[in-house]
């Protein structure tokens, strides 16, 4: 099977695109056959090495961290899925494989894919479902009635946190460009802030938790809108303490995130907030709860017009950095 893979650590990494054989699957595993494959900002934490700290992985490495596609063959132990199955996945961060023709994925992390939706289309779900799923029900756990914002949530994150959280009861407020506005109101989004006309710094307070999708630099615009004992939870800002002592690591890996998460730990503490990271792991059951939402509400991700096959794949990854796309960058394998 064709598979594209890194072998060396660089800010502008480049994939390799190389023959290797059909995985062998695990008793608990499925062999999916790729259909599409989205590329992530996550591919480039993990191919410029800013992750290798934790997930450190032997070279070379096939690279993909979700994936749409149909089941091939079954693990002897499972049971859920049956060949043929159109399926997706976010991959766990131990075992990638995504830019494949084929790739083995343990059976509790794949659901069934989105009915409605193409493998184009269903492939742009699993990660940002698992992310806003995990970081409303998991880390916030915020009730009903509470208030969350949700700085540049006009993209494919917002597209599923915004009706996740209304589902939770949450009033939701949305920043972004003026032309996701109705979108997102029509998802069910509260408020929306036009980030060209207001500045949500100097309109938002008291607010009980922000959701920070742009980063470091937005954090201290992020603190100053929530009240005290509210809850700064980031997808890009990086992780720290607390991350370190629930994730599982080693010692050593938790003193290296403690130290990189000081700063931030001690802005939030100064405003009597608290702050968490989220790295979103794969989780098949409530990737199910993500599927029957989309569903219901016929939501249909937003793809990037243009689509790359298996051997245009740095070129793709190129695009998702620059930034210059609509919706979802897709390897389409098929």
């Known amino acids: 099977m064709k598979a594209a893979q890194l072998t060396t650590y660089a800010k502008d990494f480049q994939l390799t695109v190389t023959t290797l054989p059909v995985p062998e699957i695990a008793a608990d595993e499925v062999l999916v056959k790729v259909k599409a494959a989205a590329v992530n900002p996550l591919d480039q934490l993990i191919g410029s090495g800013s992750l290798r700290v934790l997930y450190g992985y032997a070279r070379p490495v096939t690279m993909g961290n979700e994936i749409a596609g149909t089941v091939e063959r079954l693990g002897s132990a499972v049971t859920d899925f049956q060949v043929g199955d159109a399926v997706y996945a976010r991959l766990i961060i131990a075992k990638l494989g995504g830019f494949a023709e084929y790739v083995a994925v343990p059976a509790r992390a794949l659901a069934a894919m989105p009915s409605g939706l193409s493998f184009d289309q269903a492939v742009a779900v699993p990660l940002t479902g698992l992310t806003a799923y995990q970081a409303l029900h998991e880390k916030l756990k915020l009730p009903a ?6 700085p540049g949530g006009s993209g494919s994150f917002g597209q599923l946190a915004i009706p996740l959280a209304k589902a939770a009861g949450l009033k939701v407020i949305v920043s972004g460009n003026a032309r996701s506005k109705q979108a997102c109101l029509d998802l069910g989004a509260d408020r929306y802030l036009d980030y060209r006309e207001e500045d949500y710094w ?4 008291d607010v009980d938790a922000v959701i920070d999708t742009l980063g ?10 929530l009240k005290r004992g509210g809850q700064l939870l980031s997808l890009k800002a990086g992780p720290n303490r607390l991350f370190g002592q629930t994730g599982g690591f080693r010692w050593w890996q938790r003193v290296l995130v403690s130290l990189a998460g000081l700063k931030i730990d001690r802005m939030a503490q100064k405003q009597g907030v608290t702050y968490q990271f989220l790295f979103v792991r794969p989780d098949g059951q409530q990737l199910e709860t993500v599927t029957k939402l989309v569903e219901q509400l016929h939501i249909v991700p937003a793809v990037d017009i243009q689509v790359y096959g298996l051997d245009d794949v740095n070129a ?3 695009a998702m950095r620059t930034g210059k796309h609509r919706g979802k960058v897709i390897l389409r394998l098929d």
Do not use: D, K, S
């Open 145 to 150: 009635g509470a208030t969350v914002f949700i």
């Open 202 to 205: 100097e309109v938002l307070h």
């Open 316 to 318: 793709a990854i190129q």
């Open 216 to 225: 470091a630099q937005e954090i201290p615009h992020e603190l100053a809108i």
